[in-house]
Each structure stands twice: as structure tokens, then as C-alpha cells.
């Protein structure tokens, strides 16, 4: 089992920054994929970026140039570097994760989540 646990949402006002922490334990040798979603109120849950072991990334339209997603294999950490953020960005954010190579669609490991407000 792989347990993730999501750090550093808050509120933040628009135009500011954010970066989230997601710090992975358990059976860490399963992990390769790495993401991070997010759900709004009545809304569905989206990818936001996610990111392969080898550091590939791929993000959502909405968020290119503005979010960077990282990872530290040696501390088995996934970042989120959220800049310029917008009112439109608030919504719960979750870490991800899977033993599949490359890009995934499906993870089997989630993450409990932290809220991001960002106000206008």
C-alpha cells in the first residue's frame, strides 16, 4: 500500500502563489506516475498536471505557464508550484499516484487533499 499525504494549501490572493507538497510512504517502490487533480464545488474532478518518473510533465490547458509540477525521487515527493493564481483555481487539490510507466489516466493511489482558495 502507498499512503500520500497532501501539505501547503491555504488561501492566497489572485495573482499570488502556492506550492503544494505531497510526500509518499508505504510500498514507495510501486510509485512511478505522479499527479495532481483538483475538484471545485459541483464540479467533476480534473488533472491539473501530472508528471513520470523520469520527470516528463503534461498539464491542463488552463494551468500551462502558470503551474509547474516537480518531483524528488530520493525524498519519493511530488510538487505543484502554482503561480498567478486565479479565483477560477479554487478547489481541493489531490496528489496521485500508480505503478504504471508514463503518463496514466487512472491512479490507484490517492491522496486525502488540501484545499486552495484563492481569493479575488
Known amino acids: 500500500q502507498v499512503q500520500l499525504v497532501e501539505s501547503g494549501g491555504g488561501l492566497v490572493q489572485a495573482g499570488g502563489s502556492l506550492r503544494l507538497s505531497c510526500a509518499a510512504s508505504?510500498?514507495?517502490?510501486?510509485?512511478?506516475?505522479m499527479g495532481w487533480y483538483r475538484q471545485a464545488p459541483g464540479k467533476q474532478r480534473e488533472l491539473v498536471a501530472r508528471i513520470t518518473r523520469d520527470g516528463s510533465t503534461n498539464y491542463a490547458d488552463s494551468v500551462k505557464g502558470r503551474f509547474t509540477i516537480s518531483r524528488d525521487n530520493a525524498k519519493n515527493t511530488v510538487y505543484l508550484q502554482m503561480n498567478s493564481l486565479k479565483p477560477e483555481d479554487t478547489a481541493v487539490y489531490y496528489c496521485?499516484?500508480?505503478?504504471?510507466?508514463?503518463?496514466?489516466?487512472?491512479?490507484?493511489?490517492w491522496g486525502q487533499g488540501t484545499q486552495v482558495t484563492v481569493s479575488s
Open positions: 496521485a499516484a500508480d505503478s504504471a510507466y508514463g503518463f496514466v489516466d487512472e491512479y490507484d493511489y
Open positions: 508505504g510500498s514507495i517502490f510501486a510509485i512511478n506516475a
